[in-house]
């Protein structure tokens, strides 16, 4: 079993609707959470953190669920520009980052 | 300000050579990290610098590599007698320091192909 796992989609959205990634991680001891974004053929850029209080930062949301190792993104609104791959990334008690393959998105107009 | 560099952006050798890719990270970052990535994959940790010292070395998989940090910022991975399986995105970050809230900043990458 993968340490983080997600469903490596692609999701084929229209914009302006609403999509939601999720992902699992098998360490409880895990301690910080991230999603990431890479477009293709780039580097991976933090997107946002993930808090157990659950966050907001514009269109996006980000949910913790310690008890079920889950991690959920929403994003609302969906743009053009949103189409990319989205990884959730587990730091784990050795401080490494343990990533997810990644959830590849599609906006379509 | 300038973000991480590496170099080059992309390396084909043949199987049997050696490789060393460089890594220049953000000025004042003490931690720098090496990851691997595979096409359809997410990064896959490698090692951990905090300053000069290797502070994480677990994921290098085998001897044949090797990376060094000599005066705490630019980081070299080497790899010797490269095989076929060697070829991969290798990606390099910095953060201002190792704790688990300090978002680690990417460089570009080195698109390593062995032929």
């Known amino acids: 079993r993968k340490e983080v796992e997600q469903d490596p989609g692609p999701f084929n959205v229209p914009e302006g609707a609403t999509v939601a990634f999720n992902c699992t991680y098998s360490n409880s001891a895990s301690q910080s959470f991230f999603w990431y974004r890479q477009d293709c053929r780039k580097e991976p850029k933090l997107l946002m953190s993930?808090?157990?209080?659950?966050n907001e930062d514009g269109r996006f949301t980000a949910q913790l669920n310690r008890a079920s190792q889950y991690i959920s993104l929403l994003i609302r609104d969906s743009k053009l520009s949103d189409s990319a791959t989205y990884l959730c990334v587990v730091r784990d008690s050795n401080y490494q980052l343990i990533w997810g393959a990644g959830t590849k998105l599609i906006i379509k107009p | 300000g300038a973000g991480v560099s590496q170099t080059p952006s992309n390396k084909v050798t043949e199987k049997g050579k050696y490789v060393e890719l460089r890594c220049d990270p953000i000025?004042?970052?003490?931690?720098l990290y090496w990851y691997r990535q595979s096409l359809g994959q997410g990064p896959e940790f490698l090692i951990y610098?905090?300053?000069?010292?290797?502070?994480?070395d677990s994921g290098l998989p085998n001897d044949r590599f090797f990376a060094v940090r000599p005066e705490g910022s630019v980081s070299t991975l080497k790899i010797q007698r490269t095989e076929r399986g060697d070829s991969a995105v290798y990606l390099c970050?910095?953060?201002?320091?190792?704790?688990?809230?300090?978002?680690?900043?990417f460089g570009p990458g080195t698109r390593l192909t062995v032929l």
């Open positions: 970050a910095s953060s201002r320091g190792g704790g688990s809230l300090d978002e680690q900043f």
């Open positions: 993930v808090y157990s209080s659950g």
């Open positions: 610098f905090q300053g000069t010292g290797a502070a994480d």
């Open positions: 000025s004042g970052h003490t931690a």
